[in-house]
């Protein structure tokens, strides 16, 4: 049994869906094909839920339509007989999602989060298992928050494995099919409340079902060819990884390489079980293989992550940043579930670089405020070179100002600001 996810961009359109039947019909033997919601349907659905909850209705609207009209201009380009029954499913689903809206948002923006972000991939996961039936595949659609059980944490859910082993064993059953379709990204808690892993979830997922049910391997299809030494967003002259050890991807997912979520990795590698991350543009081409592969060194790999905040925190009144301060300061960052992306301290100082999150930056301001002097920038960008040299550095530091360096044996980080 092998394990496919497929993402938001391989199932954009009408198209896309054609080309991943070509894809499936390429492999014999059984497979679980987890999907995420179609092309940026969840950002389109982010929206719906910020105008839900500040009952900006006209915004509601206009979101709540523009999502209906996107998926049903698919499914009318995928089945030709308007009385199929994908359009009941799909109907209903909708009708799910205006009976959620019309209630009254409740005070926990992450719980409403979840309810409401998680159409996006009910609605693939139906189409999805629709027309692969109607190409005579013998599919099956599976709700995976029956199976994924994960605590209360919405939005950035934790699986409880022992639950979920059980449960993930006895619905992931092939009985007569091939094929068992499910949704990435979801959970839910024992209770049956829907969470989420947070944002580009379903490779984690991928790598849940693939460590449960002792998968051969798992494949995430993209739009590129594979794991690339650099965004090929930013960058022309990317070069493919075609094999990369476990820690590798790990780190280079740790410092924000957008290609796997970095929860993923760690499932697989306790099970030692491959991750392909293959094109689906070009199916034929090996891709990147993910293992326990043991080498040197690699070309060098960077990463940017744009949007970043460089908080200085000081004691207000002259105190060493000791144990007790550190204590402080990561109580705050932990209690608001904030990733330091770098951190260095000198005696009465100590600088966090974080991701700029507009909910949350002005709280951990205010409540660091309460013992410490603070200030910070945004607007900064944050570079991490994996297997650095010279002449890396100087090519991603051209036109920017430095302002906080980190190295150690194979990474070197470095904050800078853009002079524009
Ligand atoms: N649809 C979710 C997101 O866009 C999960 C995923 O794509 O992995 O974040
Ligand atoms: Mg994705």
Known sequence: ???????????????AVRNIVGILKDHKGHIIVVVS????ITNNLERIIDHYVNKDIDGLREE????????????????????????????????????KLDKEPSLNYDHDYDQIICFGELLSTKIITHF?????????WKDVRFSIKTNSAYREARVNWDVTRELVNEHFQFGKNQILVTQGFLGSTVDNITTTLGREGSDY??????????????I????????????????????????LSYRD??????????????????????????????????PEAEGTIISNV???????????KIDQVLIRIQPKDFSFIAEDNLQTIFGVLSDNRVKINIMQNSALKFLICINNDKRKLPKIVDQLEKDFKISYETGLELITIRYFDESTIERVTINKDLILEHRDEKNIQLVVRDRG
């Open 220 to 243: 995430i299809w993209k739009d590129v060819p594979g794991v690339l030494n650099a965004d090929p967003k930013w960058f022309d002259d990317t070069e493919l990884l075609s094999e």
């Open 64 to 99: 709540t339509n523009a999502l209906k009209s996107f998926h049903y201009e698919i499914i009318d380009d995928l089945f030709n007989d308007k009385n199929h029954p994908v359009y009941k499913d799909i109907d209903k689903l909708f009708g799910d999602l205006d009976r």
């Open 37 to 40: 919601a179609m092309g940026k």
């Open 294 to 304: 043991d080498y040197e060194k690699l070309i060098p790999s960077f990463i940017f």
């Open 205 to 218: 997922t991928g790598a849940v079902l693939a460590h449960v049910l002792k998968a051969k391997k798992l």
């Open 132 to 140: 692969l039936q109607s190409h005579n595949i013998k599919a099956e």
């Open 249 to 282: 991807a790990i780190e280079l997912a740790y410092y924000g390489a957008s290609i796997i979520h970095p929860k993923t990795i760690k499932p697989l590698q306790n099970k030692n079980i491959n991750l392909h991350v293959k094109s689906f543009k070009n």
């Open 1 to 15: 049994m092998i394990v496919f996810k497929f993402g938001g961009a391989s199932v954009k359109n009408a198209d």
